[in-house]
């Protein structure tokens, strides 16, 4: 069974911080590329990072490039999205995902195929 387990998400004032991590208990997804995603009430999922465990480029949504930074730890089987600067339109509940690296374009935010149960992440204002 394949799981990722996202934690770190809580209530932060603008302009704060708050880290995101995702495990991936028991599995390796070293040919797999992970990604976070979030969405907002009453809007779409939108594609906000993404990272080979292979290493290599890191990608972002516009909306949070210079703010967010991913990042992961092999040895831990954890991906983290670091984000500064927050502010009320980055609320929304954040998603970790899983995408094979070959055959998907994981790096706009198509392909995944495992999800986490996603955390919620709130901005005051």
């Known amino acids: 069974q394949v799981r990722l387990l996202e934690s770190g998400g809580g209530l932060v004032q603008a302009g704060g911080s708050l880290r995101l991590s995702c495990a991936t208990p028991?599995?390796?997804?070293?040919?797999?590329?992970m990604g976070w995603f979030r969405q907002a009430p009453g809007k779409e999922r939108e594609f906000v990072a993404a990272?080979?465990?292979?290493?290599?480029?890191?990608y972002y949504a516009d909306s949070v490039k210079g703010r967010f930074t991913i990042s992961r730890d092999n040895e831990k089987n954890t991906v983290t999205l670091q984000m500064n600067s927050l502010n009320p339109e980055d609320t929304a509940v954040y998603y970790c995902a899983a995408a094979p690296v070959s055959g998907t374009y994981y790096y706009i935010g198509r392909g995944y195929d495992y999800w986490g149960q996603g955390t919620q992440v709130t901005v005051s204002s």
């Open positions: 990272i080979r465990w292979s290493g290599g480029p890191t």
């Open positions: 028991g599995r390796t997804f070293s040919s797999y590329a």
